[in-house]
Each structure stands twice: as C-alpha cells, then as structure tokens.
C-alpha cells in the first residue's frame, strides 16, 4: 500500500482537479438530492451500469418524473418497468430495480437504506452500486471503486496499463488513499472515477490534462504495454443479445397487446436465434408466454 505522502502525492491533486473540472450531471446537483435522495442516486446508479451517460440522462429524468419514490415504482407492473427502460440495454436491470424498489418498500418503509450490508440485500445491487449510494446520497465513508477507478489505481500506483481482474485488493488500495475527513473521501472517490472517464481513458489516455501526470508511476515508466486482462464483450451485431433486444423492441411497441408467436420476426435471418433469443427472455421473466402468443410480463 502507498505510504502517506504517495497517498497526498494522488489525493490532493486529484481532488483539486475533480472540484475545478468535474462535468455537471443531473446527479450532482443539490437540486437532483433535495428532490429524489437516495432513490434517485439509486436509479442513476442501476442505469450507469454499462451504459453512457448521455443516454441515460434523458431516461433517469424520465424514470424519476414516473416513479419519484421506491414506493411509487413497486406499484408499477413489471411491463411498465420494462418499456420505461426503453433501448438501455441490458434490460434485466430494470427488473432488478422493480424488485430493489419492492424490497425496499416492504422491508424498509420506502427509504432506501443507508447500511452497505443492507443495501448489498436487495436485489441487482454488488459492492459498486452499494457503497456508491452510501457514500454519494449519505455521505458515509467508504471506497468507491468502478472500472474507471481501477484503471485509474493501476496505473497511477500499479504502474501498469490496464487493471487486473477485479479483486478486494482494489477497495483495500483505495480505501487506503482515502482522505481523513468524511467530506473530503467523498470528493476523492468521485474525482477517481471522473478522472478515468474523461482523462485516463483505457485507449486514448491525455495523459498533458492529468492532475496526477507527476506522480504517476505509468507514465514514469514511459507507458509501458500491459496485458488487458478483462473480459471482451461478444460483437453486437448478429449475436444473441442483438435478437433479444429485437424482439424485446417489439413487445415495447404492442405493448398492453400480445403478438402472435408467428409473428415475432418472422423475417431474422436465423429463426433458431430468433427462438433461442424468445425462450431467453421467457425463463428471465422479460417477456410472458401464453399458448401462442408472447407479451412483456403483465
């Protein structure tokens, strides 16, 4: 672990950057927190996963204008949930939030908790998501770490390109790095992650804007290769997901209406990926068979 003046070598810098350069997102307004709370860090954090902030702008204003409170959600039928998601992607999320917003209303009165190991209870929500609602909507003080975060660790402590394979190591090496003050780690967590977004980008890092380009063991080590060792995603285009989303697009689009079996895309070019891509969403509980018709879940 980085002694004390290699953690103020990154902390301080960093954290002077974030409050001069960070980008204004609905989230980080006072507004955004006086109106929705935790909630709404709660949702913006679900549609983050995997998805560009540009597009889930417009869909969490969307989302909370509908469903303002864990209550008003768990109210919601499962196909509304899943047509409010619209073309996120990765719609199980959405039902992941309808339960979160379930459990949260029957086991916790409607307020999103603010215990990690509460928060880590409900469903759809992992270490990130956790401590990122406690330390953004509570201010509590926990390490936050995502995969811009590690990338950002990797080098500028590890000295390597890219990050290893996601591990405790990296949540004990930032909670290390940490600020003392409460206030204060909450900044930090949040400049590490801006800063992997927007400067320390995994191919095209501008290393001439980085706050941290003095102490950054990487770039002193003139950037060496490294092994990227995570997990690349299949292409889009003529995969499964691809045939999932399709047929998903058109349940959206008829729903409260069912669509014959027959008729679900009748043209795919593989009527195979096309079933497997149905029975898909059937067993995830996106969509709902009866005899031979489909339909999002009533």
Do not use: K
Not at 93 to 112: C, P, Q
């Amino acid at each position: 672990m980085p002694g004390p003046q290699a953690a103020r070598d990154v902390t301080t810098p960093l954290s002077e950057w974030y409050r001069a350069s960070a980008r204004d997102l609905p989230w980080r307004r006072p507004g955004f927190h006086d109106e929705f709370g935790a909630w709404g860090v709660l949702v913006s954090e679900f549609m983050l996963q995997q998805t560009p902030v540009t597009r889930v702008i417009p869909h969490l204003e969307a989302w909370l204008s509908r469903w303002p409170t864990p209550a008003s959600m768990a109210a919601a039928t499962t196909a509304d949930v899943v047509r409010q998601w619209a073309n996120l992607g990765y719609p199980r999320r959405a039902l992941w939030l309808h339960r979160a917003a379930v459990e949260i209303t029957e086991r916790h009165g409607g307020t999103v908790p603010r215990d990690v190991e509460a928060l880590l209870a409900l469903s759809g929500i992992g270490d990130y998501t956790a401590r990122a609602v406690a330390v953004f909507a509570y201010g509590d003080r926990h390490p936050v770490v995502d995969t811009n975060t590690r990338r950002v660790l990797a080098r500028a402590i590890g000295g390597q390109a890219q990050p290893g394979p996601p591990s405790r190591r990296d949540l004990e090496l930032m909670a290390s790095l940490l600020p003392t003050s409460v206030a204060e780690s909450a900044v930090f967590n949040a400049a590490a992650m801006e800063l992997g977004a927007t400067v320390c980008t995994s191919r095209a890092p501008r290393c001439e804007l980085c706050p941290l380009a003095g102490s950054c063991a990487w770039l002193a080590a003139g950037r060496p290769e490294s092994r990227d060792e995570r997990r690349r995603q299949a292409t889009y285009e003529g995969s499964d997901r691809q045939a999932r989303g399709a047929v998903l697009r058109l349940l959206r689009e008829l729903s409260p209406e069912a669509a014959a079996l027959h008729a679900v895309l009748p043209d795919w070019p593989d009527p195979r990926q096309r079933d497997r891509a149905i029975d898909s969403l059937i067993a995830d509980g996106l969509a709902e068979a009866d005899g031979e018709w489909l339909s999002l879940p009533r």
